[in-house]
């Protein structure tokens, strides 16, 4: 049984930071990416980044570009979202991911873009930025 478990988030005002950790348990060996989502109320969760754990690579949603970063420490089966110059946009739950995501989905790097392809969720972690 795969679990997922964020924590990290809280209040901020604007321009501070907030590390998100997101520690998983059980056997993740099948997913070969993680990523966070987020949901503001009345919004569609949306992509914010993702990370392909045999590349290392990353992606990430236009709007964070440059403020955030995702990585992984794989000694602490953990994934983290270090996340820079809040703005209060990015209020919403945020949600940790993990997924054996198609080939083709990897090769066009759009994993923050297929939600539906992620097996694993979290309970997600409330992030509120105040202005």
């Known amino acids: 049984q795969v679990q997922l478990v964020e924590s990290g988030g809280g209040s901020v005002q604007a321009g501070g930071s907030l590390r998100l950790s997101c520690a998983t348990s059980?056997?993740?060996?099948?997913?070969?990416?993680m990523a966070w989502f987020r949901q503001a109320p009345g919004k569609l969760r949306e992509g914010v980044a993702a990370?392909?754990?045999?590349?290392?690579?990353?992606d990430y949603a236009d709007s964070v570009k440059g403020r955030f970063t995702i990585s992984q420490d794989n000694a602490k089966n953990t994934v983290y979202l270090q996340m820079n110059s809040l703005k209060p946009e990015d209020t919403a739950m945020y949600y940790c991911?993990?997924?054996?995501?198609?080939?083709?989905?990897?090769?066009?790097?759009?994993?923050?873009?297929?939600?539906?392809?992620?097996?694993?969720w979290g309970q997600g972690t409330q992030v509120t930025v105040s202005s």
């Open positions: 991911a993990a997924g054996n995501l198609p080939q083709w989905v990897v090769d066009r790097a759009i994993a923050i873009r297929v939600p539906g392809f992620y097996e694993y």
């Open positions: 059980g056997c993740t060996d099948s997913s070969n990416a």
């Open positions: 990370i392909y754990t045999g590349e290392n690579s990353t």
